[in-house]
């Protein structure tokens, strides 16, 4: 496939060039004109186009153009710049002199959008809820990047591992690096084909190059396809032959926490554009951007572990043995000291059951060996014992650094046709929190493409190729620097032994006083127990100290080179130590076309569309499992969807039905529909109903990965993984059933890709043209959600394996929410509006042992006031206040016991984000001062993320 693809990529590239050698057969003729602010100045920048073509150009310096063309008389040219009213003009020939004066207004309810029906239509009139997030909107924003201003749209939920990376959600069941929510660059699907989800923006489009943002928060897969289950974000470059000239940003400022090993650090940003068309035939753009910082540091240091009769809250290292802090790492895994030393004393012949023996000889046989035992070492339920753990900030590169690079190639056919190739590359250093926290080290991933386009329909050859470069598990890292240093069952050894031997020592001493003294032996035992209570602290203190002699320290020589061995191992490692080293080289390769039959078929709108994809899986045979051949596998899918939308009763009611098939190799044809109505009345006022379904395929973990981990052998969930490990035939056991005390045969059910069914109504309306209501009610049905099962699997009396399988939940999860946003203009250019979403699961009591993982708070809302023109002095504000509800995060990286206990609450919190800009028009410069979480409260979004400060900046921005 890969072969084909590339030669398919140089035919391509071989047409568009021969494609220029084409002459066209008609004569153009040239538009001239000039385009001014109203009642002041030219205004340079502004985009020319022609309604219903692609053609455009772009005013000079002066605010004059020159637009070529081979249009018939009459048409109509689009006059638009960032922040000012669209105009329309009506041109009848080419010698009719073109003067345009644009104001600045609110656009409230004017906003076009694509991503509802895939056809442009007012956002008024979207069957779905739809947000958009345009230039205008970008600049008017607080936030320091338009990927973080995606973030303040209605309904939306952030999920910040890092500074770069950002995970998006809506509508519930939030996750780190979500693969339920879909994310297309430019039509290209933007995951990492190995990981299955988008890494926040480190590939995306770079700022400057930004045309706009359009997000539905809910199901879109009838016209999307797989794993648009919880909503799609569709992200759109700025055309070359319509946004032409140099661009450029320079952003810097700094973070600011207390917690981080450095309270305040720099950042800096900087980006660059340059589009160009010659003749408006040939047009290329270029982008590159790139950005560093000291990222935000996890440091949440309670103890997660619920050990030896402590709580979240107060757990330490220092009174709990068997602490496990959520950001430190290499503490992991317990063992119980009690169960191990009554082993080894129920051994005959052991160095432990001849001391006790001794010592019950020594005391006159008035205790026996199981006595002293049992008073020296504490029970079971209190005596779990991790080994001393380091801090993330000792094992994870908080050097954040991305680099973009973006071209592309256009060419027009003709002034309806357009052909184009190009290219994304991106690459840095961040930080993802999965079942670990990953440090992206070195990542980078590219997109190219190829693709032909008209109004009515386009075709699309696209590749995304992702490289983990040096990327480890920080968690593993951390696990193998104590493995390398010392073996864990030397360790354990060390520990319990000095343990035992001072316990045992102090309680002989004590009881022999005690009968010297006259007392029973009844009595004696009661004070030996006291005096070796009184000095557990002091036991677990030297224990620990003679176990962590010589331990390797960060900084030293001696950690660092046995992390970097570590590092430069592949998961999970070998017989000569603990391998962290993430490695995946996996590509993913689609075709895809759409085509719009308006122009032959009248009585409705009808759309067809399909698509062809393949995953090829490459982890150097490290995560993926192989084929009989000894090959990773090739995942093979298909698509394909038909629309029909019909306007009725004098274009008031809008009716869109359509339906998509798509078919993955390992499951069984998925079939969604999709049904809605728009009313439209007193011209401005929208009334929608819509039903709609989505799914999600596993991801290719879910599917494939086959990964000997330390705590559990993680497999996929497809049956062939079963059969190999024989978790098909028994004897086999949930981890529930065994820490219940009765085993219990675990059944497999059959693995099935996640279904949701949503129901919606909704209504929007622009009200005296000054409010801007958009309001909606939803109810969501899940089918099949994904969960874990682990399982035990005897191999002996008294050995077993632990496999961790991905399974169907039985149960289906309900859910529900609403939203409402208001946005209202007020005099003088100043704008005033908030909104609030709310999100509740319904049936979480029904679910049994089931971890649905909803992770979203039930309200949360954000009040925004400001104004893009101050009295027309081209000076803005904007402020931002958001606030949300606590609310229970599970993932796989939440300690079980909190996990199961749902404890693993993140705080409500609240924060304020302001911006003031200035524009010069003449110099085509803007400069912006912002401020993201002003007043320093800090706060995390997900367990065991980072904290988030304040963060503030200056950008310098010119040709925005």
Same mark, same amino acid.
């Given at each position: 496939m890969?072969?084909?693809?590339?030669k398919?990529l140089?035919?391509? &590239?071989l047409?568009?060039?021969?494609?220029?050698?084409?002459?066209?057969?008609?004569?153009?003729?040239?538009? +001239?004109?000039v385009?001014?602010?109203?009642g002041g100045?030219a205004l340079? $920048?502004?985009?020319?186009?022609?309604?219903?073509?692609?053609?455009?150009t772009?005013t000079?310096?002066?605010?004059t153009?020159?637009?070529?063309?081979t249009h018939?008389?009459p048409l109509?040219?689009?006059?638009?710049y960032?922040?000012? /009213?669209?105009?329309e003009?009506e041109?009848?020939?080419?010698?009719e002199?073109v003067e345009v004066?644009?104001s !600045?207004t609110?656009?409230?309810?004017?906003?076009?959008?694509v991503a509802a029906?895939r056809?442009?239509?007012s @956002?008024l009139?979207s069957?779905?809820s739809?947000?958009?997030?345009?230039a205008?909107a970008l600049?008017a924003?607080?936030?320091?990047s338009?990927y973080d201003?995606i973030?303040?749209l209605k309904?939306?939920?952030?999920?910040?591992?890092s500074l770069?990376?950002?995970?998006?959600?809506?509508r519930g069941?939030?996750s780190n690096g979500?693969?339920?929510v879909?994310?297309l660059?430019?039509?290209?699907d933007n995951q990492a084909?190995?990981?299955n989800?988008?890494?926040?923006?480190?590939?995306g @489009?770079?700022?400057l190059?930004?045309?706009n943002?359009?997000?539905i928060?809910g199901a879109?897969?009838?016209?999307?396809?797989?794993?648009?289950? +919880?909503?799609?974000v569709?992200?759109t470059?700025?055309?070359?032959?319509?946004?032409?000239?140099?661009?450029?940003q320079?952003?810097?400022g700094?973070?600011?926490?207390?917690?981080?090993?450095d309270?305040?650090?720099?950042?800096y940003?900087?980006?660059v554009?340059?589009?160009?068309a010659?003749?408006?035939?040939?047009?290329?753009?270029l982008n590159i951007?790139?950005?560093?910082?000291?990222?935000?540091q996890?440091?949440d240091?309670?103890?997660q572990?619920l050990a030896?009769?402590h709580t979240l809250?107060?757990?330490?290292r220092?009174?709990?043995?068997g602490y496990?802090?959520v950001?430190?790492y290499?503490?992991e895994?317990?063992v =119980?000291m009690?169960?191990t030393?009554a082993?080894?004393?129920?051994t005959?012949?052991?160095?432990?059951?001849?001391?006790?023996?001794q010592?019950?000889g020594?005391?006159g046989?008035t205790?026996t060996?199981?006595q002293i035992l049992?008073a020296?070492?504490?029970?079971?339920?209190s005596?779990?014992?991790t080994r001393t753990?380091?801090?993330?900030?000792?094992?994870?590169?908080y !050097?954040t650094?991305?680099l973009?690079l973006?071209?592309?190639?256009?060419?027009?056919?003709?002034?309806?046709l357009?052909?184009?190739?190009?290219?994304?590359?991106g690459?840095?250093?961040t930080v993802?929190t999965?079942?670990?926290?990953?440090?992206l080290?070195?990542?980078?991933?590219?997109q190219?493409k190829v693709e032909l386009?008209s109004p009515?329909?386009?075709?699309?050859l696209?590749?995304?190729?992702e490289?983990?470069?040096?990327?480890?598990a920080?968690?593993?890292?951390a696990s193998?620097i104590?493995?390398?240093? /010392?073996?864990s069952q030397?360790?354990y050894?060390?520990?319990f032994?000095?343990?035992?031997?001072?316990s045992i020592t102090n309680f002989?001493?004590a009881y022999?006083a005690?009968?010297q003294?006259g007392?029973?032996?009844?009595?004696a035992?009661?004070a030996?127990?006291?005096?070796?209570?009184g000095k557990?602290d002091t036991? =677990?203190?030297?224990?620990?100290?003679?176990?962590d002699?010589?331990?390797?320290?960060?900084?030293?020589p001696?950690?660092?080179?046995?992390?970097d061995k570590?590092?430069n191992?592949?998961?999970p490692g070998?017989?000569?130590g603990?391998?962290?080293?993430? !490695?995946?080289? !996996?590509?993913?390769y689609?075709?895809?076309?759409m085509y =719009?039959f308006?122009?032959?078929?009248?009585?409705a709108e009808i759309?067809?569309g399909?698509?062809?994809?393949?995953y090829?899986l +490459?982890s150097?045979?490290?995560?993926?499992?192989?084929?009989?051949?000894g /090959?990773?596998?090739?995942?093979n899918?298909?698509g394909?969807y038909v629309q029909?939308?019909k306007k009725?009763i004098n274009?008031h009611?809008?009716?869109?039905?359509?339906?998509?098939?798509?078919?993955?190799m390992?499951f069984? $044809?998925q079939?969604?529909?999709?049904v809605?109505?728009v009313y439209?009345?007193?011209e401005?006022?929208?009334?929608?109903?819509s039903?709609q379904?989505?799914?999600?395929?596993p991801? +290719?973990?879910?599917?494939?990965i086959?990964?000997?981990?330390?705590?559990?052998?993680l497999i996929?969930?497809l049956?062939f993984?079963r059969?190999?490990?024989g978790?098909?035939?028994?004897?086999v056991?949930?981890?529930?059933s065994?820490?219940?005390?009765?085993p219990?045969q675990?059944?497999?059910n059959?693995?099935?890709?996640e279904?949701?069914?949503?129901?919606?109504i909704?209504?929007?309306?622009?009200?005296? /043209?000054k409010?801007?209501?958009d309001a909606y009610v939803y109810?969501?049905?899940f089918?099949?959600?994904?969960?874990?099962q682990?399982?035990?699997?005897p191999?002996?009396a008294?050995t077993?394996n632990?496999?961790?399988v991905?399974?169907?939940a039985?149960?289906t999860?309900?859910?529900?929410g609403?939203?409402?946003g208001?946005d209202?203009?007020?005099p &003088?250019n100043?704008?005033f509006?908030?909104?609030?979403?709310?999100?509740?699961?319904?049936?979480?009591?029904?679910?049994?042992?089931f971890?649905?993982m909803?992770?979203?708070?039930?309200v949360?809302?954000?009040?925004?006031?400001?104004?893009r023109n @101050?009295a027309?002095s081209n000076f803005?504000?904007n402020v931002?206040?958001k606030?949300q509800q606590?609310? @229970?995060?599970q993932?796989?990286f939440?300690?079980?016991?909190v996990?199961v206990?749902?404890?693993s609450?993140?705080p409500?919190f609240?924060?304020l984000?302001?911006?003031?800009?200035?524009?010069?028009p003449k110099?085509k410069?803007t400069?912006k001062l912002g401020a993201v979480?002003l007043?320093?409260?800090?706060?995390i979004q997900s367990w065991?993320n980072?904290?988030i400060?304040s963060?503030y900046y200056?950008?310098l921005?010119?040709?925005?």
């Amino acid at each position: 496939m890969k072969s084909i693809f590339i030669k398919a990529l140089w035919g391509s &590239l071989l047409l568009l060039l021969s494609l220029t050698q084409v002459i066209s057969a008609q004569t153009p003729t040239t538009i +001239n004109g000039v385009v001014h602010q109203k009642g002041g100045n030219a205004l340079p $920048g502004a985009t020319v186009s022609i309604k219903g073509a692609t053609s455009g150009t772009i005013t000079g310096s002066g605010g004059t153009f020159t637009l070529k063309t081979t249009h018939s008389f009459p048409l109509t040219l689009v006059f638009s710049y960032v922040g000012y /009213k669209t105009e329309e003009r009506e041109i009848s020939s080419a010698a009719e002199k073109v003067e345009v004066e644009l104001s !600045t207004t609110e656009t409230l309810g004017q906003e076009v959008v694509v991503a509802a029906s895939r056809v442009q239509e007012s @956002i008024l009139q979207s069957p779905v809820s739809i947000e958009k997030l345009d230039a205008r909107a970008l600049k008017a924003s607080p936030a320091p990047s338009f990927y973080d201003a995606i973030g303040n749209l209605k309904g939306v939920e952030m999920s910040t591992q890092s500074l770069t990376f950002k995970s998006v959600n809506t509508r519930g069941f939030n996750s780190n690096g979500n693969t339920r929510v879909l994310q297309l660059n430019d039509g290209m699907d933007n995951q990492a084909p190995g990981l299955n989800f988008a890494v926040g923006n480190m590939v995306g @489009i770079p700022e400057l190059d930004l045309d706009n943002v359009e997000l539905i928060p809910g199901a879109a897969s009838a016209l999307y396809g797989p794993n648009a289950l +919880n909503g799609i974000v569709l992200m759109t470059s700025k055309n070359p032959f319509q946004y032409q000239g140099v661009s450029a940003q320079v952003k810097t400022g700094f973070l600011n926490d207390n917690g981080r090993t450095d309270a305040t650090t720099g950042f800096y940003d900087v980006s660059v554009r340059y589009a160009h068309a010659f003749n408006n035939k040939v047009a290329f753009k270029l982008n590159i951007g790139y950005l560093q910082a000291k990222d935000w540091q996890a440091y949440d240091h309670r103890d997660q572990s619920l050990a030896n009769g402590h709580t979240l809250q107060d757990g330490t290292r220092a009174n709990n043995e068997g602490y496990n802090g959520v950001n430190i790492y290499g503490d992991e895994n317990t063992v =119980n000291m009690y169960n191990t030393l009554a082993a080894q004393a129920a051994t005959p012949g052991s160095p432990l059951a001849t001391q006790l023996a001794q010592v019950s000889g020594m005391l006159g046989g008035t205790v026996t060996p199981q006595q002293i035992l049992n008073a020296a070492i504490p029970g079971a339920g209190s005596s779990s014992i991790t080994r001393t753990g380091y801090n993330e900030a000792d094992v994870v590169d908080y !050097t954040t650094k991305n680099l973009k690079l973006n071209g592309a190639l256009h060419y027009k056919i003709t002034e309806n046709l357009e052909a184009l190739i190009q290219g994304s590359y991106g690459a840095g250093t961040t930080v993802y929190t999965g079942a670990d926290r990953y440090s992206l080290k070195n990542f980078n991933m590219g997109q190219y493409k190829v693709e032909l386009k008209s109004p009515d329909f386009y075709v699309r050859l696209y590749t995304t190729q992702e490289r983990s470069g040096d990327s480890y598990a920080g968690g593993t890292l951390a696990s193998g620097i104590n493995e390398a240093w /010392k073996s864990s069952q030397q360790w354990y050894g060390e520990y319990f032994g000095t343990y035992a031997t001072n316990s045992i020592t102090n309680f002989a001493q004590a009881y022999g006083a005690a009968l010297q003294g006259g007392a029973t032996p009844t009595a004696a035992l009661a004070a030996a127990q006291a005096a070796v209570n009184g000095k557990r602290d002091t036991y =677990n203190a030297t224990a620990r100290g003679i176990a962590d002699k010589g331990r390797l320290l960060p900084g030293t020589p001696e950690f660092d080179a046995a992390a970097d061995k570590v590092k430069n191992k592949a998961i999970p490692g070998d017989a000569s130590g603990v391998g962290a080293k993430f !490695t995946d080289k !996996t590509n993913l390769y689609q075709a895809e076309f759409m085509y =719009n039959f308006h122009n032959l078929v009248h009585f409705a709108e009808i759309l067809v569309g399909g698509n062809y994809r393949r995953y090829a899986l +490459n982890s150097e045979k490290t995560l993926f499992a192989l084929d009989d051949n000894g /090959k990773e596998f090739r995942i093979n899918e298909y698509g394909g969807y038909v629309q029909i939308m019909k306007k009725l009763i004098n274009d008031h009611l809008k009716l869109t039905g359509s339906v998509r098939y798509d078919k993955n190799m390992n499951f069984k $044809g998925q079939f969604s529909p999709r049904v809605s109505a728009v009313y439209t009345f007193l011209e401005t006022q929208n009334i929608r109903v819509s039903y709609q379904t989505g799914f999600r395929i596993p991801h +290719n973990q879910d599917q494939y990965i086959d990964l000997v981990t330390p705590q559990a052998h993680l497999i996929g969930g497809l049956p062939f993984l079963r059969e190999r490990y024989g978790l098909d035939k028994g004897p086999v056991y949930s981890l529930q059933s065994v820490q219940a005390g009765a085993p219990k045969q675990y059944t497999f059910n059959e693995f099935l890709p996640e279904k949701i069914q949503a129901y919606e109504i909704g209504y929007k309306a622009l009200v005296a /043209k000054k409010l801007l209501i958009d309001a909606y009610v939803y109810k969501n049905d899940f089918k099949n959600m994904n969960g874990v099962q682990v399982l035990i699997q005897p191999t002996s009396a008294t050995t077993r394996n632990v496999f961790s399988v991905p399974v169907s939940a039985q149960e289906t999860v309900h859910s529900w929410g609403w939203a409402l946003g208001l946005d209202y203009s007020l005099p &003088l250019n100043f704008t005033f509006g908030g909104n609030v979403s709310y999100n509740e699961l319904t049936n979480a009591k029904d679910l049994g042992s089931f971890l649905a993982m909803y992770n979203t708070p039930k309200v949360r809302y954000s009040l925004n006031f400001g104004n893009r023109n @101050i009295a027309n002095s081209n000076f803005a504000f904007n402020v931002l206040w958001k606030w949300q509800q606590s609310f @229970i995060w599970q993932s796989s990286f939440v300690g079980p016991a909190v996990n199961v206990a749902a404890l693993s609450e993140i705080p409500a919190f609240g924060t304020l984000d302001a911006m003031v800009s200035k524009f010069f028009p003449k110099a085509k410069t803007t400069v912006k001062l912002g401020a993201v979480n002003l007043l320093n409260k800090k706060y995390i979004q997900s367990w065991g993320n980072p904290t988030i400060g304040s963060q503030y900046y200056i950008s310098l921005g010119y040709n925005l």
